[in-house]
């Protein structure tokens, strides 16, 4: 019977524009009645990593349709300071730029009973929830590495490379933290968690390193073996995929960096209602009360590890964000990453 | 207790309000030094580089501003006044005070921030440059933990408050209830009554009573020299009027003709009067004086009784009026044997004065219920009803009493006796329309 519900009014039609948005956008798709109300999301989530989420949604709420927009998180943070389009909801794995957007004045507070059970550190002035962790990870192929030991720790990996530079040459991959806000994100609090993160940056940089935009890109080319190592790469992106088996998710025993991807509803929302109707959904469905956790279960953080190294939404995260602090740290990561004489 | 307890009421606010201060005032200053070692620490980081101005600040430099309430920040800094990085539209610092930072509270972003300032001059290559930084955060945090305090020191005023009204009720009726056994005590007296009083009242109390006590004493002494005085002038003027008197006699007796006669007798009658009235005086004060040493012997009412007709016969066969003397076995009673026969003289007198010539005047004794009662009635014209409430007042006579000369002092003397022998004098008129005077003693 369900089944059928489903095939009748879900069935989800995909197209992808660029000319409907002021912006840049990388996909868009849309869920629901075609005459059903309307809720407007743009997030930085594959829409195959959040269509679970989306569908459960509207089990329970068949007369919503809901428009499902894709853009990078420099360019969400964009069109939700610009205010030419209207979003009612804003998800995004850039915490730093959700923490301003909200501490600058562009979300508006929310407080229900579903935000009230969220743990202090999953929420920021009730304008930010987090509903998922997900940990900065190193991914390899099973098939590349069988039969030879699989680094746990960032000491292993630089002790790898070193000792086999031929064999990794152009074959390690990373975010180009010039053009990925997430990239950005774990690059800066790398630096935080430990020094070992430059001497990495300069080991990975006189290999070749390859820069990628996005994680999905870096495990399709892991998956290839154009890749032997991709580091910081998204966890739960792998840990979602059908193949998820032929890779190693590798959650550095020194520190993992843990994102938290968080939902803000814009102060120009259109139905503000039915966004926080959506939150309380996800907030509901993703917080595990018997863990205290938002991590996705495919992918468990090790438990009560002090190797757990969860980014705080807070001030702090302004301060890579500042255009001073931002241009200091791209030019030491240039020096270090591209070695350009 | 009302100003006690006002007073504490208003001091429970200025107290609220001095502590909330306080509070306030701690409170911001909390918030400001962290600013101000946020602001520190980006200026510490400013550095110039290849003649540019760098300013790699720590982490640290905005997540010790986190608060629990998640406050908002905002930053900018400025090189040479103009923006360098941060929020454009930031208020501008108020002085550029050096590096002691500055602090402001502006309105930004449509809310309530506290902006801290400071700057920094910074020596490169090609001159100087100032770098200022401001930094402000919102205050939530702040406003929470102010309303917290406040409901706490509310809380205490208000128990403050409650402490002061009990103690201030407890206090007044520690005061109160002396004071007011103390009125009690005073309203309790009899007239004659100005002995100092003896009670047990509080320390602070001690003034007043011994003043009230010397008041008392004053007003007795003056008391005692008037009754003297009245005494004395009574006593001085009984021996010239008798050699008036005397010399009238002969006058009338000489006197050939009938008008001198006819004067001198009226001369003599005058006299008369005016010695009856000097003889009251004199009792009077002699009661007064007796009242206060009161002797208390067992007398005999019926020989008393007897004893007064017999002295007022005289009287009595001058103007041709019935005395009847009705008495029966002793009675005996506890008290002053001269202020009873005062008292009964003065009601015999006042009878015999005041009842017209061949009346009937009947002094009577009975006991009853424990009680030994004695009557005066006659078959006169009776006391005016509306007045017989006032009679015993000293001075005060009957409206229709003008005819006759008088002091209004007959009463008053038998009411005083009977008050200091606890017993009880009415005054009423008989079925007939008589007067009637009822003396009630208690037997001993």
Redo the contacts between chains.
Sequence with gaps: MRSIVFSIVLIPFLWLTNTAFAFEIEARASFGPDDGSVLRIISTADIRFFEPMILSYLADHPDVSIDYIVASSTNLMKAVQGGEDTFDIAISSAMDLQTKL????FAQPHVSEATLMLPDWAK???MLFAFTEEPAAIVVSKAAFAGQPIPRTRHDLIALLRRDPERFQGRVGTYDVRHSGLGYLFATQDT?ASETFWRLAEVIGALGVQLYCCSSDMIDDVKSGDLLIAYNVLGSYVANRDDREEFEIIMPADFTTVMLRTALIPTSAVSPERARDFIDHMLMTSYDEDTASLADPNLPLPEGSTAVNRI?????????L????R??FLNEWESAILQEQ | MITLIGGSAILAVILFLIVRGYAAQIAQNGQDSILSASVSSLLDAAVIQDGA???????????M??TE???????A?YQDGEV????EDLPAPIAKAGEQSTFQTVQY??TKIRLASANRTLIGATGRTQISVSIAQTQDALSRTLNGISQTVALFGAGFFGLIVLLSYWATSITINPLMRLATSVQKRGPQDLSPFQKQVPYEMVPLVTSLNTLMGRLDHSLTQSEDFIAEAAHRLRTPLAIVRTKAEIVARVATDDTTTKAAQEMIHAIDESSRIAGQLLDHAMVTFRLDNLAREEIDLATLATGAADRVRPLTDLKDIELLATVGPPVSIKGDVVLIQSALHNLLDNAIKYAPAEARVEIALTETDGRAILTVTDTGSGFPMAELELLADRYARGSNATHVVGSGLGLTIVQEVMAAHGGTMDITNTKTGGACVRLSFPLS
Excluded: M
């Design positions: 909200a501490n600058d004045g920021w002035n009730d935080r705080e939404i807070g001030p702090g995260l302004l301060v890579f500042d255009q001073l602090k241009r200091a | 101005v760098e300013v790699d600040f720590p982490y640290s430099s905005f997540s501003l986190d309430l998640d406050d908002r920040v905002f930053y800094i360098l990085s941060g929020y972003a449509n």
